[in-house]
């Protein structure tokens, strides 16, 4: 039996799954290991109507199994292998959602993806290689976040990846829609096989997902008196009253230049001149509560197709990222980046390209 005394934990990239809730998309960090062509995981929460909130920072990560034998898993390299014989003891918060509407694959009905799932474990050596199963736990029900205590010992080899999915309970009778909420996962920290596996204290919460919260007997605060949206903050130094636009005037599909964001050449971290405009933003976001935006990154024509996606895609996020960091709920707000595919103006001339060269909010979303 190996030593886990002279053993060093294993640090996950993004363990808690952080980043701009979305649907269909791998949180950072980890890559999609889906089964055949579905669709990826989903950015919790806000999509599909979960709305639990995270049981640590800001987002988690939503895995679904459908009634068509296909389910979602997320991986990872790690960044030292798990060695065969030795065990490996590794925590992480498990919860399902109330709801979790989408299409069933069988007959493309909308139907809450609401049975319970469970999660397995998967050693490999490739980024989708389900190699070893090493951890699996009971179907998940509870609507409040419980921590698992799992035992990983590969038996089979040395493996670099690992792979985390939503699986149907066994022995599977009937194929189903379900999901599981997964979140917090902790270190893989060698352990002595002979020794029962350290348990993590588990969490609860059934708060919802609310920028503010009501214990018993205390009234729920008023919400904050809706702002006009404008397009650049108010500032002695901006001319903006040509770009004012009242709450009453956006509809779904409403789409408002950001005017005074910059970014320097060929990069996309957010300049502290950038900041007032963004700020206005944020601040309008938490006093509108039922607007949805997406964060649309735009370049002109001087890039590669690929590079322009790329640069325009880092360019929304930070945008995104800087939004909910300052305050910005983070249901209200995705982000997506189009490259050069949406000129506003010919790219004939340094003026044209500057015009084009933009971050644009669109509202997806907005209430009566």
Same mark, same amino acid.
């Given at each position: 039996?190996?030593?886990?005394?002279?053993?060093?934990?294993?640090?996950? !990239?993004?363990?808690?799954?952080?980043?701009? &809730?979305?649907?269909? #998309?791998?949180?950072?960090?980890?890559?999609?290991? $889906?089964?055949?062509?579905?669709?990826?995981?989903d950015i919790q929460p806000g999509q599909h109507s979960v709305k639990i909130a995270p049981s640590h920072g800001s987002s988690y990560l939503g895995l679904v199994v459908r009634d068509n034998?296909?389910?979602?898993?997320?991986?990872?390299?790690?960044?030292?292998?798990?060695?065969?014989?030795?065990?490996?003891?590794?925590?992480?918060?498990?919860?399902? !959602?109330?709801?979790?509407?989408?299409?069933? &694959?069988?007959?493309? #009905?909308?139907?809450?993806?609401?049975?319970?799932? $469970?999660l397995r474990i998967w050693g490999g050596n490739g980024f989708s290689d389900r190699r070893e199963l090493l951890a699996e736990t009971p179907s998940v029900s509870s609507p409040v976040w419980e921590t698992k205590n799992l035992r990983l010992k590969p038996k089979k080899g040395n493996y670099h990846f690992i792979i985390f999915e939503a699986y149907y309970k066994t022995p599977v009778v009937n194929l189903y829609n379900g999901h599981i909420l997964l979140d917090n996962a902790s270190e893989i920290r060698p352990a002595a096989c002979d020794e029962q596996p350290i348990k993590v204290i588990a969490k609860k919460t059934e708060r919802p997902l609310s920028d503010?919260?009501?214990?018993?007997?205390?009234?729920?605060?008023?919400?904050?008196?809706?702002?006009?949206?404008?397009a650049a903050p108010p500032a002695p130094v901006m001319n903006t009253s040509n770009n004012k636009i009242d709450r009453?005037?956006?509809?779904?599909?409403?789409?408002?230049?950001?005017?005074?964001?910059?970014?320097?050449?060929?990069?996309?971290?957010?300049?502290?001149?950038?900041?007032?405009?963004?700020?206005?933003?944020?601040?309008?976001?938490?006093?509108?509560?039922?607007?949805?935006?997406?964060?649309?990154?735009?370049t002109n024509n001087n890039p590669s197709d690929e590079y322009a996606k790329e640069l325009s895609t880092d360019r929304a996020h930070s945008v995104a990222e800087w939004l909910i960091r300052h305050g910005s709920p983070a249901v209200q707000v995705q982000y997506k980046g189009y490259g050069k595919t949406l000129p506003l103006v010919p790219n004939?001339?340094?003026?044209?390209r500057k015009k084009n060269q933009r971050v644009e909010i669109t509202i997806l979303n907005i209430g009566n």
């Open positions: 039996m190996a030593s886990a005394q002279r053993k060093i934990s294993i640090t996950l !990239s993004n363990p808690s799954f952080e980043d701009i &809730p979305q649907d269909g #998309k791998a949180p950072v960090k980890w890559f999609d290991c $889906k089964t055949r062509g579905e669709s990826p995981p034998e296909t389910y979602e898993g997320v991986s990872q390299r790690l960044v030292s292998p798990l060695e065969q014989d030795q065990c490996y003891d590794i925590s992480v918060d498990v919860c399902r !959602s109330p709801l979790y509407m989408s299409f069933s &694959p069988s007959t493309s #009905k909308e139907v809450n993806f609401v049975t319970p799932a $469970k503010k919260v009501a214990t018993k007997g205390t009234a729920v605060p008023k919400p904050e008196p809706v702002k006009p949206l404008t009453k005037t956006l509809k779904k599909g409403s789409i408002v230049q950001l005017d005074y964001v910059y970014f320097d050449v060929n990069k996309y971290n957010i300049k502290s001149e950038t900041e007032p405009a963004l700020k206005w933003l944020a601040d309008f976001l938490r006093s509108n509560p039922d607007i949805v935006i997406e964060v649309g990154g735009h004939t001339d340094s003026e044209g």
